[in-house]
C-alpha cells in the first residue's frame, strides 16, 4: 500500500498502532470542514495522515500521537483536483516547469497524451518517451500517461504500452481507424490484451454510427470532443465517460456545454473535466481544474457536483477511486484547503500528505534535466522561392472584381468554421486582404520537408485572429509530418521568416524588414521549450510584445499557442498531405 520496500504485514501493524495512538502518524490537519463527495456533504473534523495516506478521519486528539499539526484555519478541504486528459507537450512547458504553473492552482493528478512528442521523434520514440517520464514520480503532481494512439508506428506504440506509468491507449488516427487500419488493430489489439484504458476522439457527431458502435464495442470508453448539447447526449447514449474540455475553443463553447448539461439535466456523474490543450500564460493567469470547476458553478451546477467532475468521478472512471478523489481512509493525502467551494481559491495544495504549494505558489521545486531531449534544426526549406507564397485565386469573378480565396479561423469557433472559401476584392491583378471591410492577414500553410521528386505541399490564404500591418510571424509543428504556418502581408517578408524558423528543431519567431524581433525556442524534439516557467512566459510575452507592434492586438491565448493549435485543425481537415 504505501511502498518503499516496506511488507504488508509491517504497513498493516503500522497502520493500526497509528490509529490507536502507539506509533506517531505523520500530519494532523484539523479545524477544516470537509467535503464527504459520497454524501456529497460538508462536515467540520480533521484528517490524520501518516506515509502519505489519510489513515482516520477527525480522529480522538487525546488518543494519537502526531509529528505535525496543520491548523485549517476553517477552510474548506476538497480532494486534489484532477485533469482527465492533457497532452503534454501542447503548453511547451516541460513537465517541472509545468508543475510550477499547474499545481499551485489546486491540480494534484493529470491524465496525459504525449502523442505529439513521441511521434516528432521518429524511430527515437521509445527513447524520447523514457526521458520525458523520467523521474516523474519526483514531479509535484501524479501523472498517467498513454501510449500514442496515432502519429507514431505500431512497433514503438507496442513497447511504450509496457512503459511507467502509462495506463492505455491514447487517440486514434480518425482517418485510418474509420478505414480499417491494421496498426490500429495491432494497436487496439495489445491494449486488450494488457488491459487498460482506450481513448476516443474526433467528434462524436462527426462519426458514423458504425464507427460509434465499433469504438466502445473494441474497448473505447471515454470522449473528449463534444461540441453542443447534441454531442453530449449521444456520447452519453454510447456509454462513454464524457470529459468537458476548457483549454480548446471559446468560453462560449464551454458555457454552451455547461448550459446543456444543466439545461436537459443530464446527471453529472457521467461527466470529468479536462483542459485537452492549455497554455503556460493561461493556467498562470485564470487557473486550471479550479477555474472551470467555479465556471461550472457559474452555469449552474451545485458546487459540489462541479468540484466532483474534476476529482472523484475522473478517479472513479479510471478506476483509482481507492487511492485518489476522495478524502477517505487509505486514499493518498492529496487536499485542496480553500475558503470557498463555489469560487476556488487554492490557499494550500497538499500531495501526500507533504504541503507543496500556498497561496498559488510552488513550496517544492524538483530539478530534472531535459537537456538530453533538445534537438538540433534541420532545414527543409533550401529550395523555397518567395513567389510561392503568392496568395492566388481559386476564381475570379465574370467581371474580374472578386477573387475567392480560402479563409482560415480557429480562434473559439470550434472546428465548424476552421475553413471556408470567401469573396474577397480584386484588383490590378491581386488579392485584396480584406473581408466585408475587415482588414486580414495572409497565411501560408509549407511542408518543411518535400518527399523526394514531388513538388511541396503550399496552402496559401487568409487568416482570421492575428494580424499584422507589416513584418511576419511563423512557427514550426512537428508530428505526424513536420509543417509550418506564417502569417504576414507580403511574400518575401513571409518567406524570411519562414527561413528563420527553419534553423531551430522547432520556434515562434516574429520579423520585421526580414529581420527577427522576437525569437522563442521550442527545442524539445520542436515540441517543448527547454527552460523554466518564467522564462518561457516571457519568450511568449516577447511575441506577443512584438507582433503589437506590428500591429496585432492580442486576447486571451499567447499568439504562439494560437498558432500552435491551428495544426491541430489543419490536421484535421486534411491540410497537412
Known amino acids: 500500500m504505501y511502498g518503499n520496500g516496506v511488507p504488508q504485514l509491517q504497513q498493516v501493524h503500522d497502520i493500526f498502532d497509528v490509529v490507536h495512538g502507539k506509533k506517531e502518524a505523520d500530519l494532523l490537519i484539523k479545524n477544516i470542514q470537509i467535503l464527504d463527495v459520497h454524501g456529497e456533504t460538508v462536515y467540520g473534523g480533521s484528517l490524520l495522515i501518516y506515509r502519505g495516506r489519510i489513515v482516520a478521519l477527525s480522529p480522538d486528539e487525546d488518543q494519537i500521537q502526531v509529528r505535525e499539526v496543520f491548523d485549517g484555519q476553517g477552510l474548506y478541504a476538497i480532494p486534489g483536483l484532477i485533469d482527465a486528459h492533457l497532452h503534454f507537450e501542447s503548453q511547451l512547458a516541460h513537465p517541472t516547469a509545468l508543475g510550477e504553473a499547474m499545481v499551485p492552482n489546486g491540480t494534484t493528478t493529470i491524465f496525459a497524451e504525449c502523442l505529439d512528442l513521441i511521434g516528432s521523434a521518429g524511430e527515437e520514440g521509445l527513447e524520447a518517451f523514457r526521458m520525458l517520464f523520467k523521474d516523474y514520480e519526483k514531479l509535484p503532481y501524479r501523472v498517467f500517461a498513454f501510449a500514442p494512439g496515432k502519429k507514431v508506428p505500431a512497433h514503438i506504440t507496442e513497447e511504450i504500452l509496457k ?136 452555469m449552474g451546477i451545485p458546487p459540489i457536483k462541479a468540484i466532483k467532475m474534476a476529482s472523484y468521478n475522473t478517479a472513479k472512471y479510471f478506476r483509482m477511486d481507492d487511492q485518489i478523489g476522495s478524502l477517505t481512509p487509505g486514499r493518498w493525502a492529496d487536499i485542496v484547503l480553500t475558503d470557498s467551494l463555489s469560487v476556488i481559491e487554492p490557499k494550500y495544495v497538499f500531495k501526500s500528505g ?10 517544492k521545486h524538483t530539478e530534472i534535466g531535459y537537456d538530453g531531449m533538445v534537438t538540433k534544426g534541420v532545414p527543409g526549406l533550401d529550395d523555397l522561392r518567395p513567389e510561392q507564397l503568392d496568395l492566388r485565386p481559386i476564381e475570379v469573378s465574370e467581371d474580374g472584381r472578386q477573387a475567392k480565396v480560402l479563409l482560415f479561423d480557429v480562434y473559439g469557433r470550434g472546428h465548424a468554421k476552421f475553413y471556408q472559401e470567401v469573396w474577397v476584392p480584386y484588383v490590378d491583378g491581386k488579392v485584396v486582404p480584406e473581408l ?46 513536420p509543417y509550418m504556418v506564417v502569417v504576414g502581408q507580403e511574400s518575401s517578408e513571409m518567406y524570411a521568416c519562414l527561413k528563420a524558423v527553419d534553423q531551430y528543431s522547432g520556434a515562434c519567431i516574429v520579423t520585421e524588414d526580414q529581420t527577427a524581433k522576437a525569437v522563442f525556442p521550442i527545442e524539445i524534439y520542436g515540441m517543448m521549450a527547454n527552460m523554466p516557467v518564467e522564462e518561457l512566459r516571457a519568450a511568449s510575452a516577447k511575441i506577443d510584445a512584438a507582433l503589437e507592434e506590428l500591429g496585432n492586438h492580442n486576447e486571451g491565448e499567447p499568439v504562439t499557442n494560437k498558432l500552435l493549435s491551428l495544426f491541430i485543425s489543419l490536421h484535421r481537415f486534411r491540410f497537412m498531405e
Open 163 to 298: 512503459e511507467k506509468p502509462v495506463i492505455g491507449l491514447g487517440e486514434f488516427e480518425h482517418f485510418s481507424y474509420s478505414s480499417g487500419d491494421e496498426e490500429d488493430f495491432q494497436k487496439a489489439a495489445w491494449l486488450r490484451e494488457r488491459g487498460g484504458f482506450q481513448n476516443s476522439h474526433w467528434g462524436i457527431t462527426t462519426l458514423s454510427d458504425l464507427e460509434l458502435n465499433y469504438l466502445p464495442a473494441i474497448g473505447s470508453t471515454n470522449n473528449h470532443d463534444v461540441w453542443n448539447g447534441d454531442d453530449i447526449a449521444k456520447s452519453i447514449r454510447y456509454g462513454y465517460s464524457t470529459q468537458i474540455k476548457f483549454g480548446v475553443g471559446s468560453s462560449e463553447v464551454i458555457k454552451t456545454l455547461l448550459r446543456a448539461i444543466v439545461d436537459r439535466k443530464f446527471p453529472t456523474d457521467n461527466f470529468c473535466l479536462c483542459s485537452d490543450n492549455i497554455s503556460i500564460d493561461r493556467l498562470t493567469k485564470m487557473g486550471h481544474m479550479d477555474w472551470i470547476i467555479s465556471l461550472c458553478v457559474e
Open 354 to 363: 507533504e504541503l507543496i504549494a500556498k497561496d498559488r505558489t510552488l513550496l
Open 436 to 481: 466585408d471591410g475587415q482588414k486580414l492577414a495572409r497565411i501560408s500553410v509549407v511542408k518543411r520537408y518535400p518527399t523526394a521528386g514531388e513538388e511541396r505541399h503550399i496552402v496559401n490564404g487568409l487568416f482570421k485572429g492575428v494580424y499584422v500591418e507589416r513584418g511576419a510571424v511563423s512557427t514550426s509543428f512537428p508530428a505526424p509530418t
